[in-house]
């Protein structure tokens, strides 16, 4: 037993050499307050706070991420519901549309709904082919197209959760609340969603922090008109050579995540006491 702990030696020199290491770098060059990294401070650190259009850029961010996670709850838990509620058969069928997104590569996937969302896409082809508009509709290099994109991509990490814990909860009691006189919304509500809680919390994470920080999809269908953090950092490390502050903001949007982390998982376990209590 005493030497158990030399199992889990491997794993921690890994994430040490490769986590650890490398995020200590990250912070130490952020730590110089001119771009030649000759004098320490925290110079880069106020050059972001006291600029709003830095802080407009790490509030859009968050809002991405949000806003995407949002998105994918209100696609992510009917499939899941349906998932466990299908039989066998069906299974297999729902697991395959589920798992298809994870098997293709970000960039393919991201390019395809460049190709959908263009002046000449899919979408406004069949809108000129309906004869709703004759100007094609600005749909790519949007927000909302951004938002989309993301959705569609992380959509598998909201539901796989969802259906981990929708597919162990007691079936009995849904029918216990309907034979006591609550109402199916009632029940849903009630019952359902916080003993769900763990599953849509662990969704919420994963599609949160991926969204943050999905460079690819946020420079490709937001075109570089839209100002993300991970865009930013890439325009301030590789065009602009300023690695202080490109590493001041890459530290700003890992603390900023950190923040969300902790919060869902102080969510978690009121929603654990209160589901048990």
Known sequence: ????????????????????????????????????????????????????????????????????TLVTIVLGYPVAHLYVVSSQRWRRFLIVL????????????????VVILGNEGLVNELLL?????????????????????????ELPLMVLPLVTTLGSLDTRLPEASHALGASSWRTWWKITVPL??????????LVF?????AFVVQTLVGGG?????????????????????????????LLSVLAVVTLLNYFGRKTRGFVHG
């Open 1 to 68: 037993m005493p030497r158990d702990w030399l199992l889990v030696l491997p794993l921690a020199l890994f994430f040490i050499a490769f986590v650890g290491v490398p995020l200590g770098l990250v912070a130490l060059i952020s730590l110089h307050s001119d771009a030649a990294m000759t004098h320490f401070g925290v110079r880069q650190y106020l050059l972001f706070f006291g600029d709003s259009y830095n802080r407009g850029i790490l509030w859009q961010t968050l809002i991405l991420g949000v806003a995407t």
């Open 98 to 113: 589920i798992l298809l997104p994870l098997l293709t590569s970000s960039v393919v996937r991201t390019f395809a709904w």
């Open 129 to 153: 082919a309906l004869g709703r508009t004759s100007p094609p509709f600005r749909l790519l290099y949007t927000p909302l197209a951004v938002i989309l994109s993301l959705a569609q991509i």
């Open 196 to 205: 769900a809680m763990p599953g849509l919390l662990s969704g919420t994470l």
């Open 209 to 213: 922090t991926g969204a943050v920080s």
């Open 225 to 253: 008109q839209l100002m993300y953090m991970p865009f930013y950092i890439y325009e301030q490390a590789i065009q602009t050579q300023n690695y202080p502050f490109a590493a001041a903001l890459a530290m700003i949007l």
